[in-house]
């Protein structure tokens, strides 16, 4: 079971990032999948999240608007698409499978497998 994480990079502030985390070992429709972020010296973040069954999604109250979470299930990979980046959204980027009750979906400590993380920094 593996999940792989990729797409960060660095982008000018107003630019934009379409984050990619392809699963291997497993089916990523019987999971809800999060994206969480960290930087050093604080907790990891949640991001946004998409459900296993109905198609539900989750964001962040300073990532509403601004991204976007989609799933391919026939290339078993969640997209992040992020645009309107700021400097504020500098950090390492996860993405998370779990399937644990979607009430659930914000905390980090309710997700099993993780992926290795991906540096998204925002700077002019």
């Known amino acids: 079971v593996q999940l792989q994480a990729s797409g960060g990079g660095l982008v000018q502030p107003g630019g934009s990032l379409r984050l990619a985390c392809v699963a291997s070992?497993?089916?990523?429709?019987?999971?809800?999948i999060g994206w969480f972020r960290q930087v050093p010296g604080k907790e990891r973040e949640g991001v946004s999240c998409s459900s296993d069954s109905d198609g539900g999604t989750y964001y962040s109250d300073s990532m509403r608007g601004r991204f976007t979470i989609s799933r391919d299930n026939a290339k078993n990979t969640v997209y992040l698409q992020m645009n309107m980046l700021k400097p504020e959204d500098t950090a390492v980027y996860y993405c998370?499978?779990?399937?644990?009750?979607?009430?659930?979906?914000?905390?980090?400590?309710?997700?099993?497998?993780w992926g290795q993380g991906t540096q998204v920094t925002v700077s002019s």
């Open positions: 998370a499978a779990s399937k644990e009750p979607w009430r659930y979906v914000r905390f980090a400590s309710r997700y099993a497998f």
């Open positions: 070992g497993f089916t990523l429709d019987f999971y809800n």
